[in-house]
């Protein structure tokens, strides 16, 4: 479900009014439910599954069907605009994923981040979500399992040509948003690789260079450095107003790129409540002043939402001069 215009104005002028006023005035713009740390591929980037990576997923941990019910149900309440589905793994090798979607079609904006290699018949099920995006890094088929570590390159092929073809009839709003992560393995194929699934029907190509960790220093492209640590000024943080982020045990976050800040679990708290928490507004402020534990995070330092981080800033530089004029 796309929100009209001014459903969608009328949100952000309550969360704007609520980062000036220092309280949550509605629920959250997007949250990321982590849903399993299965997966069938192991690219050569990720920090899941990547080879020479120190982090071990199980493979066997999925969220409880019943604490994602209750976590719909409480991101309704709130207002919430968009459910990214995602994962520590593939989000649609999830047992009941395909129970999921049926449940938040017609309440959110629906974002599935996706490897792409569901099976061929699922593609009208993935047209129930509103957009997907798929980590695809390569436009033939060795070079894809070099890269991204199994032979599934035209499982993927066809499920793009599939969702293309059937969105006419089933969901013309779709967009298939294909993601390639740019490494010294692929930088070159790029073109090559838009030029493919954009053929096959994929509305854009998203380009973003790989996020550098110790197992994948050998993926750097040519004059990459390592991102140590901002400077200067410390810069807006709005994540608390405007994202939140529920690992796979249920977990909340104020983001997905910080997990070691727990700020209560849905499966003993309801996420109202740790949304309206305040241990939730005193992180609020301390992200968006860059007080502690905030400033001393790499995760902060390295942070990967910047470009979101400096729209929402735009956005409340623009309501200051409008409450001011």
């Not at 999925?62 to 520590?88: N, R, W």
């Not at 957009?131 to 092929?157: C, H, P, T």
């Not at 002043?289 to 409340?316: H, S, V, W």
């Amino acid at each position: 479900m796309i929100l009209d215009s001014r459903e969608q104005k009328r949100r952000l002028l309550l969360r704007l009014k609520g980062v000036e006023s220092g309280r949550v005035l509605i629920g959250p713009s997007v949250v990321n439910v982590h849903l399993t740390d299965l997966c069938n591929l192991a690219c050569q980037y990720c920090w899941y599954y990547g080879p020479g990576t120190p982090h071990q997923p199980t493979k066997k941990k999925h969220m409880p069907y019943e604490l994602f019910e209750k976590l719909a149900a409480d991101c309704a309440d709130l207002q919430v605009d968009t459910i990214f589905l995602s994962g520590e793994g593939e989000p649609t090798l999830h047992p009941r994923f395909w129970d999921m979607l049926p449940h938040l079609e017609k309440t959110f904006t629906v974002n599935i981040y996706s490897n792409g290699t569901f099976p061929l018949a699922r593609c009208r099920d993935i047209l129930r979500a509103d957009r997907i995006v798929i980590n695809f890094g390569e436009a033939d088929r060795e070079s894809y399992r070099k890269l991204q570590g199994k032979d599934l390159f035209m499982r993927v092929i066809r499920n793009i040509r599939e969702l293309a073809k059937l969105r006419a009839k089933y969901n013309p709003t779709f967009i298939i948003h294909v993601l390639f992560i740019m490494t010294r393995l692929n930088a070159e194929h790029y073109l090559k690789t838009e030029t493919l699934v954009k053929k096959l029907g994929a509305d854009m190509v998203e380009k973003r260079v790989l996020e550098v960790y110790e197992h994948s220093r050998h993926l750097m492209l040519p004059g990459q450095g390592v991102k140590n640590g901002t400077s200067g000024e410390w810069p807006p943080c709005y994540h608390g107003w405007f994202n939140s982020a529920i690992s796979l045990n249920g977990d909340v976050n104020v983001c997905c790129a910080l997990k070691r800040l727990t700020l209560g679990n849905i499966g003993t708290t309801s996420f109202t409540d740790i949304w309206r928490s305040d241990a939730y507004a005193q992180a609020r402020v301390s992200a968006l002043t860059g007080g502690d534990p905030f400033r001393n995070y790499q995760e902060c330092m390295k942070c990967p939402l910047t470009k979101r981080n400096k729209e929402i800033d735009a956005q409340m530089d623009m309501y200051n001069r409008v409450q001011q004029a």
